[in-house]
């Protein structure tokens, strides 16, 4: 499991926003700290790895949870700069 500094809830939220708070919340960390993104847009699979190569920014990992009636992703970001 990795640990996040800070967590950001977009449940409900799809493309384009969970990107969009994303790079708004990241703005607020320091070098090194990890971003927790959690979301049920199955987009962020693809999105989040896409967003952090072009920003720069580290993508650390995804993890995949099934709840009661939906899936819920945690993307894990680490700010570079």
């Known amino acids: 499991m990795i640990q996040a500094d800070v ?6 939220y799809f493309c384009p926003m969970p990107i969009i708070l ?7 960390l320091t070098m090194g700290q990890v971003l927790e993104v959690v979301s049920d847009d199955e987009g962020i699979k693809k999105d989040m790895p896409a967003w952090c190569e072009t920003t ?3 993508m650390v990992g995804l993890e995949e949870e099934q ?13 570079a700069k």
């Open 67 to 79: 709840s009661s009636s939906k899936r819920i992703y945690k993307a894990f970001v680490k700010k």
């Open 22 to 28: 994303t790079s708004k919340k990241i703005k607020e």
């Open 7 to 12: 967590k950001l809830d977009t449940l409900g």
């Open 56 to 58: 720069g920014h580290q």
